[in-house]
């Protein structure tokens, strides 16, 4: 008899310091919601695969609250992944490389808790901010490293 194979979807367990930091991104972030859309946790499907960064930075649309979009196919304009405790970095940037960027996402955020940084992840390169103020050009947004992080 076959034992037939099968394919399991595993997610990351979201942690205390993952579910802070994701609640104050969204807070921060809500300075920016009439200019766009602030997703946190919404899988896409992208031309290169499917992803579901822990906040994506949309372009606005307009809600249908009667037709719902399940997993959109637009690529965010910026995509910010937290570490989570249990996974490694390069399944983050593996991702970038693999997904994001081939599918048109232009800018990674990888914030990692652990040591208060933020890896700003582009196709040219990547930039590692620890203080300050971090800003993404396509989209205007700035963000503070400090506040993000403060105890």
Not at 39 to 52: C, I, N, Q, T, V
Request: charged residues 20%; hydrophobic residues 40%; glycine residues 4%.
């Amino acid at each position: 008899m076959e034992t037939p194979s099968l394919e399991f979807e595993t997610e990351d367990v979201m942690s205390y310091n993952h579910a802070k930091i994701t609640y104050r991104l969204a807070k921060m972030l809500s300075v920016y919601d009439e200019q766009y859309d602030i997703l946190p946790e919404l899988e896409f499907d992208l031309s290169h695969g499917r992803a579901k960064p822990d906040v994506a930075i949309c372009h606005r649309n307009k809600v249908s609250w009667l037709r719902d979009i399940i997993r959109p196919t637009q690529p965010p304009l910026l995509a910010i992944e937290i570490l989570s405790p249990r996974q490694a970095l390069s399944d983050l940037t593996d991702k970038s490389l693999d997904i994001y960027f081939p599918s048109g996402v232009d800018t990674v955020w990888v914030i990692i808790p652990q040591f208060k940084q933020i890896t700003i992840m582009t196709v040219t390169g990547q930039e590692n901010i620890s203080t300050g103020i971090i800003h993404n050009a396509t989209t205007g947004i700035s963000l503070d490293v400090g506040t993000l992080f403060a105890e």
